[in-house]
T-cell receptor
Framework: DQQVKQNSPSLSVQEGRISILNCDYTNSMFDYFLWYKKYPAEGPTFLISISSIKDKNEDGRFTVFLNKSAKHLSLHIVPSQPGDSAVYFCAASANNYGGSQGNLIFGKGTKLSVKP | DTEVTQTPKHLVMGMTNKKSLKCEQHMGHRAMYWYKQKAKKPPELMFVYSYEKLSINESVPSRFSPECPNSSLLNLHLHALQPEDSALYLC?????????????FGSGTRLTVV
């Protein structure tokens, strides 16, 4: 049972345009959400996070939106650059979720390609 | 120092070999993790250490044996692996296990079992 879902395995965007990566979750106990970026042959790199008490967090070109009622979050990249091409993982954690508290649960990732 | 360092970067081993993966961080993080990632799959949690004690073992086969000698080091000892164990092994750390802390990941060890 997948608790964190990224339903789009890939996304292609033109340079300068907006990239929108989506993530859905099923566990209402999740209270912290993160986006990681991963280049081939490297470990995931932390990008941006949001706590469940907020609905938006912005950091430069990256903005994460959280819709708790829909159990949905999205990552917006504006403007997109070719260097943003990578796999983006959505992850979630819960502070009070039994023995798994604090552990990150990852989605399957979305491969973003930004074309010049 | 804001990095998690993993060695070796690449490892090829036979099914009868014994090898170890190493992970090191000097950020004062008290939680450390081993993840396994197969191609086109998300990272899957294997082990969690909190304050140098094993707190989670996600039903990992005994041919994988973790060790945390001190708060900066995490090892993964490998013995009698199978070809299907070939994967990218990622180490991560966080300030604490609980709370809203992001993980810092190492670059991983690309393991091939032949």
């Amino acid at each position: 049972d997948q608790q964190v879902k990224q339903n789009s395995p890939s996304l292609s965007v033109q340079e300068g345009r907006i990239s929108i990566l989506n993530c859905d979750y099923t566990n209402s106990m999740f209270d912290y959400f993160l986006w990681y970026k991963k280049y081939p042959a490297e470990g995931p790199t932390f990008l941006i996070s949001i706590s469940s008490i907020k609905d938006k967090n912005e950091d430069g070109r990256f903005t994460v939106f959280l819709n708790k009622s829909a159990k949905h979050l999205s990552l917006h990249i504006v403007p997109s650059q070719p260097g943003d091409s990578a796999v983006y993982f959505c992850a979630a954690s819960a502070n009070n979720y039994g023995g798994s508290q604090g552990n990150l649960i990852f989605g399957k990732g979305t491969k973003l390609s930004v074309k010049p | 120092d804001t990095e998690v360092t993993q060695t070796p970067k690449h490892l090829v081993m036979g099914m009868t070999n014994k090898k170890s993966l190493k992970c090191e961080q000097h950020m004062g993080h008290r939680a450390m993790y081993w993840y396994k990632q197969k191609a086109k799959k998300p990272p899957e949690l294997m082990f969690v250490y909190s304050y140098e004690k094993l707190s989670i073992n996600e039903s990992v086969p005994s041919r994988f044996s973790p060790e945390c000698p001190n708060s900066s080091l995490l090892n993964l000892h490998l013995h009698a692996l199978q070809p299907e164990d070939s994967a990218l092994y990622l180490c991560a750390s966080s300030q604490e296990r609980w709370g809203n802390y992001g993980y810092t990941f190492g670059s991983g060890t690309r393991l091939t079992v032949v």
